[in-house]
């Protein structure tokens, strides 16, 4: 342990807050600095190596160590005492020299497979949009609908928080703006009482409505769902009920293929926050071919999304399986 000033070769480790535990070695040609409070300096002695002493605070074992003995009450912190009684293996300076080199070369080589695997997730998320983009774009030439003029439409509402009776019997799905997802709806996070059907704006919607998010954080505004229960849902959500005009999939299908279009739509609204309504979604004009036309292409998509999902299953494991590596890289190199 050393006083408040930094010097190069110092060993710096968080002891308190959400980055506890992570380390960093001062490089040379660094001019000297003061830390505050949350930084402990570890100086080493001529039997250390730095690089080597930060490699090991970075091991599963002081990792370990620092969870099981944190002091502090609720608050995340390492003591002085802890740090000092943890029990570093010393073999001699060259050795030590040589293992970090070796750590640190494998470290960055994963880190390069990480980068590339991230990369590979994205370009997979993209896929199904340009999978869908290509399907719909060739019914440029089918005939076209608009949807409020064929469709049944509806939203729902919010019933008062204030009364317990529209929440405490919990016998109606309701739907929120951020469970509408890109996926089917099987559950949902709460429920609406029967009390709170009949005395609020909400209709019971049947399985095949497809829902719209009309406003939402982030990427929410835009994306679609498909009803597979009975539910209703809050002000939002623009519902499209089951009708003769669309296979319930091949709207989705195509909304979802639409949903930059349909962000784009609410940004040229102007105001302070881009939002849909009724009467825009409304105003769509919907590819309509006949219905026969509409199932084939629903499997089409359901087949070119699977494909897609298997790929995005594969990528999430490799990335939770790259994530993982670090550790029993410093395990492995520690044990031995």
Request: aromatic letters at 6%; hydrophobic letters at 40%; one cysteine or more.
């Amino acid at each position: 342990m050393a006083s408040s000033r930094v010097l190069p070769g110092d060993v710096l480790l968080n002891i308190t807050g959400a980055s506890i535990g992570r380390v960093c070695v001062v490089p040379d040609g660094r001019c000297p600095a003061n830390v505050n409070q949350h930084v402990c300096i570890i100086r080493c002695a001529e039997t250390l190596h730095p690089e080597y002493v930060a490699t090991l605070l970075s091991s599963p074992e002081f990792q370990k160590l620092i969870w099981d003995r944190q002091a502090g009450g609720t608050r995340q912190a390492l003591t002085k005492q802890m740090i000092e009684d943890f029990e570093l293996p010393c073999p001699p300076v060259d050795k030590q020299r040589q293992i970090a080199a070796r750590l640190k070369t494998q470290l960055a080589e994963l880190d390069a497979a990480m980068t590339v695997a991230q990369t590979q997730a994205q370009d997979i998320a993209r896929i199904r949009s340009r999978v869908l983009q290509e399907v719909f774009a060739g019914l440029q030439d089918v005939p076209h609908k608009v949807l409020g003029d064929h469709a049944t439409t509806t939203s729902g509402t919010t019933p008062s928080r204030g009364n317990k009776a529209y929440w405490s019997s919990a016998d109606i799905p309701w739907v929120k703006t951020g469970e509408v997802a890109f996926a089917p709806i099987t559950a949902t996070e709460e429920s609406v009482s029967r009390l709170a059907l009949a005395e609020c704006s909400l209709s019971l919607l049947p399985p095949k409505t497809v829902l719209v998010a009309m406003y939402g954080q982030g990427k929410t505004r835009g994306q679609s769902a498909l009803l597979e229960v009975q539910a209703t849902t809050n002000q939002a959500c623009f519902a499209i009920l089951p009708n003769d005009t669309w296979n319930p999939d091949f709207l989705y299908f195509w909304l979802m293929a639409s949903y930059q279009d349909l962000r784009d739509l609410s940004e040229d609204r102007g105001g302070n926050q881009a939002n849909l309504n009724g009467a825009l979604l409304k105003a769509l004009n919907v590819p309509a071919p006949d219905q026969d036309t509409q199932g084939r292409i629903v499997e089409r998509v359901r087949a070119a999304l699977a494909e897609v999902e298997a790929m995005q299953a594969a990528s999430r494991q490799m990335l939770k399986d790259l994530e993982k590596l670090p550790q029993r890289i410093l395990a492995q190199a520690f044990d031995s």
